[in-house]
């Protein structure tokens, strides 16, 4: 048996997608257990490529199981246009292979409304949202006032729920100046919607625990990152989820005793969408270099991403906090080039060294990064297949985040394709 869960270790986009599709060869069942269609993973399969938002990545292959669980916040809009985008492209997504929690929270159109609306009333102080609804989705989820998937399952209740909360989102939304929603348009919608999602609804805790308790192997794929974590993250510029592999747990209904290992996903430099502290930031001609040779653009708002060198204090830091077991080291291909490459082994905070990531912005800010400077490699390094065929350069630094860590470093990704990585051994 192995529950394996595999999140990103940065300020996400570090390559979760491809890694989850490279490891679902061997799972039987993925699952998502946080976040929503603010994600954008990417999977290159042969000559195609896929940009999955919501869907597990494991739904490229026919023979997986893949679920989504009860942690995440599910737009049901985005998930039938991101059903009709697979299909379009041959990828089969029949309730065989997909399954939906039924205590799932759901996006509603006031959500994505809201989240437009505080953006702009936050004015300079704005997070830099993907405007996917996600914050306000996860807000009325603790507020008490969300819609389940079973709650749309039960004509009456949904009723309801949708009438008490147009209402009160009506309100908050005329007092920001934004337009109001029509009861009887948004029911009709979602109820639509309900009939179509019907066959794919299940207590999927169960099914997790049943798969496990078979001795199945099951993925757990984080979205987003580390340091976007509501608790552990840069607040207030993060996620409105827990990110880290704690989040597994309450995200899908699985016992902590039933998770076997944490993959930390890692990009071999760092990088960030929207605001927030970034203390290893690259604001001259080698962070627009590295933009432009990793493609660093959002696949969910198509910004650009901030680029800067890699962060070995966020990487301890995202080791210790989810209990990792190993690092995937992504994207070192994309430092080929370079003559010398930086990594950051701490921060000089007054006349203190810190080698952990301190939660108050005010004392990040002040933080400067203390830097170990690397000879770089070329770009054969992504014709690599395995670890002795890498640059004795490229392993050096491989070597020294092992060690800053205390983690060992399973994969190494060489590529955006399938067959561009390295396994040095198996989970
Ligand atoms: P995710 O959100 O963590 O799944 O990552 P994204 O898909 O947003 O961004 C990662 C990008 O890097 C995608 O375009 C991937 O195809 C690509 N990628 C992943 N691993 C590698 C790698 O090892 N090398 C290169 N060059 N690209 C990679
Ligand atoms: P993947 O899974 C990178 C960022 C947004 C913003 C903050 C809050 O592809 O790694 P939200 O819409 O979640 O309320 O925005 O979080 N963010 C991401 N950044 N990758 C992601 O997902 C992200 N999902 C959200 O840019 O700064
Ligand atoms: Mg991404």
């Known amino acids: 048996m192995s529950a394996f869960v595999v999140l ?25 257990f946080q976040g929503g269609n603010n994600a954008g993973h990417t999977v290159e399969v042969g000559e195609k490529q896929y940009k999955l938002h919501l869907i ?13 669980g009860n942690g995440v916040v ?33 996006i509603m159109p006031y959500h994505r409304i809201l989240d437009g609306l505080k953006e702009r009333a936050r004015g300079k ?12 989705c996860y807000t009325d989820k603790a507020e008490r006032s969300g819609i389940r998937v079973c709650d749309l399952m039960h004509e ?54 049943d798969e496990i308790k078979a001795n199945k192997n099951v993925l757990f794929e984080g979205a987003q990152g580390s340091l976007l974590d509501i608790d552990y993250g840069t607040y207030p510029y993060v996620t409105s989820s827990n990110t880290v592999a704690g989040g597994v747990c309450t995200g899908t209904g699985v016992g ?37 040779k990793g493609h660093e653009y959002g696949v969910t708002t198509g910004r650009s991403r901030r680029c800067g060198w890699l962060d070995l204090v966020i990487l301890k830091s995202t080791a210790r906090v989810s209990g990792l077991t190993s690092f995937a080291v992504t994207k070192i291909d994309t430092l080929g080039g370079l003559e010398k490459i930086k990594m950051c082994t701490g921060y000089k905070l ?23 400077e ?26 020294r985040i092992a060690e800053f860590t205390g983690t060992r470093i399973s994969i190494i990704g060489v590529g955006p394709k399938r067959d561009q990585t390295i396994t040095i051994d198996e989970l």
């Open 8 to 32: 990103g270790a940065q300020w996400g986009d570090e390559g979760k997608g491809k890694m989850t599709d490279y490891l679902a060869e061997k799972a039987d069942v993925v699952v998502r």
């Open 56 to 68: 597990p990545s494991g739904i490229l292959y026919d023979n997986k199981l893949n679920i989504i």
């Open 74 to 106: 599910l737009d049901p809009k985005a998930m039938f246009e991101e059903i009709d985008y697979l299909e379009g492209l041959g990828v089969e997504v029949t309730p065989e292979k997909l399954l939906i929690s039924d205590r799932t929270q759901v």
């Open 125 to 136: 102080n704005d997070i830099g949202t993907t405007g996917k609804g996600i914050g306000p």
């Open 156 to 209: 009456k209740e949904f009723e309801e729920k949708l009438r008490k909360n147009i209402e009160d989102k009506n309100a908050i939304i005329s007092l920001y100046g934004g337009e109001t929603l029509d009861y009887d348009t948004v029911y009709n919608e979602y109820m639509a919607y309900a009939e179509r999602m019907r066959p794919y609804v299940q207590d999927t805790s169960v099914t997790i625990y």
């Open 256 to 292: 902590p005793t039933m998770i076997t290992n944490a993959v930390g996903i890692a990009k071999a430099y760092t990088t960030r969408v929207g605001k927030g502290p970034f203390p290893t930031e690259l604001n001259d001609e080698i962070g627009d270099w590295i933009r432009e």
């Open 350 to 372: 007054g006349d203190k060294v810190i080698d952990y990531f301190p939660a108050s912005l005010e004392d990040l800010a002040k933080c400067e990064p203390i830097y170990e």
């Open 374 to 399: 690397f000879d770089g490699w070329d770009d054969s390094v992504a014709d690599a297949r395995s670890y002795d065929e890498l640059p004795k350069n490229a392993k050096a630094y491989l070597n």
